[in-house]
């Protein structure tokens, strides 16, 4: 039976957090097993996944896999053995599947059991081939990558990761090979989902090696798109591989079903049979009053920036509040409540269960003392608050020695700059660790670290959003494409419905972060499935309700 709060949020899209670690981390994670014996079982897991992909690929792509012609680009070390093996499953299953030896020495018990199986080598990659494998190297780069030229019509599939592509940042080193899968081993890397790792390493796969207990804590949780199947009762059951695959999808034009587990008990769960955390707004108390509800307080627009006012605004109607009040000089007030009636412009805070600082102010001095003092009536009465734009160069040295800040802006805070605020920020703050990892687009180091500097969540914006808390709560990644959002006042947007989340959700700021982040970009989906980019920030306000 279904509770009246189930019943109202049984169609909201839910945003499960799946663990990612380093390359380093899963290597750290394997090593136990090596020293144990198991490195050839764990290899023969991986390559009978790889080869279970690439017969699902194959069978997708050609409606048989018998007869199929499949070329492996085999490099010197581990991630080569790999795909010897695969390629020798894949003889097994009628594929002609052949190898080419990209370097003088390969893994030669998975050499012999390719020739075993009938495989030939060859020195040349074949036009005609339905199926490029790369395995040339995976976690084990180091230096610079020379990516050999591959036929335009082959579909590319990587084993691990795509060689040339760093496995903890995603940057490319010398050249890299562009795979349309990445079947990867033992637990997502960050290096697939973050800088050109993302575009490099196209849709993913996940096979479990059975690392398990060895993994450590993850480097973060990748928020992904969940969309409950309408018509049926509890949550979403992530219960298949398929399930998963399909949650791991990254190409805009994909639709995402996901499995339904047939059981009670609704939610999500991995293929451990473990829960998943699952982001998931929920909708008002059906006893709620708009003041219970939550008001949110807006200080946003400026004489020269009225717009911000309007979409921020218009956000947070959208995303759902008790009620929204606007503090804005008056002409910027009135163009408000015209556009929106329901908004209500007040200079007093009181009732506010949270707050928009920062949206438009642009340097208004007055604006900007305005904004310094409701972020003290925030920080004293600890009401949740977005901090935003130009509210963000109040963040000093100076402010978080006060008394009244004790050095931390505290966690119901939540920062929202992109990386150019972010470096403005830390240059402030005179931090060298800050501006390195900025300035290598270490933005899973870089927005951790600006949550401990300041004592606030952090959310770093970008085509990859990082949100990261003070304290020893991983930091979590939004990396689902949503590239029409790199148009002025989506920002603005953003701190809307952080704003309307934090007052009305009860949930900690770091989650309301998240959601909004991940709401925001699905907003944009919808409205731009293929990422051509045709529209502007107020096209959001129309499906942020959806
Ligand atoms: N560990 C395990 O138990 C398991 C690991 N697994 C798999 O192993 C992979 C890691 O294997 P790994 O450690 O052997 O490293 P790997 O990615 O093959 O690269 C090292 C080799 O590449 C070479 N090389 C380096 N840089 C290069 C460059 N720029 N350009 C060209 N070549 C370059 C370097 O040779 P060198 O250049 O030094 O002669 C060296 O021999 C991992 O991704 C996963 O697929 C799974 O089977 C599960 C169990
Ligand atoms: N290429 C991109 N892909 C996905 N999201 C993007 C991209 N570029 C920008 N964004 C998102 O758009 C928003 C832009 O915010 P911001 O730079 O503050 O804009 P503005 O100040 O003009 O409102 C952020 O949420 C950011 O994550």
Redesign the pocket.
Do not use: M, R, V
């Given at each position: 039976m279904l509770t009246q709060r189930d019943s109202q949020n049984r169609d909201e899209p839910g945003y499960p957090l799946i663990p990612v670690w380093t390359g380093e981390q899963i290597r750290a994670a394997e090593k136990p097993l090596l020293d144990a014996g198991e490195g050839e079982a764990l290899m023969r897991r991986a390559s009978w996944g790889l080869a279970a992909h690439i017969l699902q690929i194959l069978q997708a792509q050609r409606g048989s896999v018998y007869g199929a012609t499949v070329v492996g680009l085999i490099g010197s070390g581990n991630n080569g053995g790999d795909g010897l093996y695969a390629l020798a499953s894949l003889r097994r299953r009628g594929v002609d599947a052949r190898a080419v030896l990209l370097r003088p020495t390969c893994h030669t018990q998975a050499l012999t059991a390719f020739c075993q199986a009938g495989g030939q080598l060859q020195t040349t990659i074949d036009d005609g081939a339905d199926l490029i494998l790369d395995a040339v190297v995976g976690t084990g780069f180091s230096g610079s990558f020379d990516a050999p030229s591959l036929p335009q019509d082959s579909v590319v599939v990587a084993c691990d990761l795509p060689s040339g592509v760093d496995a903890e940042t995603g940057a490319v080193r010398g050249t890299a090979i562009r795979a349309d899968h990445t079947v990867t081993f033992g637990g997502l890397k960050t290096g697939l989902l973050l800088g050109q790792g993302r575009a490099f390493s196209g849709v993913l796969h996940t096979v479990d090696i059975g690392l398990g207990a060895h993994l450590p804590e993850p480097a973060g949780y990748v928020m992904s798109e969940l969309v409950d199947i309408p018509g049926t009762t509890g949550g979403a059951g992530i219960t298949t591989q398929a399930g998963v695959d399909n949650l791991l999808r990254f190409r805009p034009r994909d639709t995402r079903r996901i499995d339904h587990s047939s059981g009670s008990g609704g939610a999500a769960r991995n293929l451990a049979g473990e829960a998943v955390p699952v982001l998931r707004r929920r909708g008002p108390d059906a006893d709620a009053h708009k003041y219970s509800r939550g008001v949110l307080h807006l200080l946003v627009g400026s004489p020269r920036y009225p717009g911000a006012a309007q979409l921020s605004v218009g956000a947070a109607l959208a995303t759902g509040v008790g009620m929204a009040q606007v503090q804005a000089p008056d002409a910027v007030a009135q163009a408000v409540v015209n556009h929106w009636p329901e908004t209500v412009a007040s200079d007093q805070a009181e009732r506010a269960a949270a707050m928009v600082i920062g949206p438009g102010l642009g340097d208004d001095s007055q604006r900007l003392a305005q904004a310094e003092a409701l972020l003290q009536q925030s920080r004293r009465n600890a009401v949740p608050c977005v901090l935003d734009?130009s509210a963000l160069e109040l963040i000093t040295p100076e402010l978080l020695a006060d008394a009244g800040y004790a050095g931390s802006l505290g966690k119901h805070t939540v920062l929202t700059p992109?990386t150019g605020e972010a470096q403005k920020l830390a240059e402030r703050l005179g931090d060298l660790q800050l501006q390195d990892a900025l300035a290598e687009q270490k933005v899973l180091a870089a927005a951790p670290r600006l949550a401990q500097l300041t004592g606030a969540v952090v959310v770093l914006?970008?085509?990859v959003?990082v949100i990261a808390a003070p304290g020893d709560e991983p930091p979590l990644l939004h990396t689902e494409?949503?590239?029409g959002?790199?148009t002025?006042?989506?920002?603005?947007v953003?701190a809307g419905i952080i704003g309307a989340l934090l007052a009305t959700q009860e949930e900690s700021a770091r989650y309301c972060a998240a959601l909004g982040v991940a709401l925001?970009?699905a907003a944009a989906r919808r409205l731009d499935p293929r990422g051509h980019g045709r529209f502007g920030?107020s096209a959001l306000l129309g499906v942020l309700a959806d």
């Open positions: 734009a992109h914006k970008g085509p959003t494409p949503a590239p959002l790199a002025a006042g989506t920002g603005d953003l925001h970009a920030a």
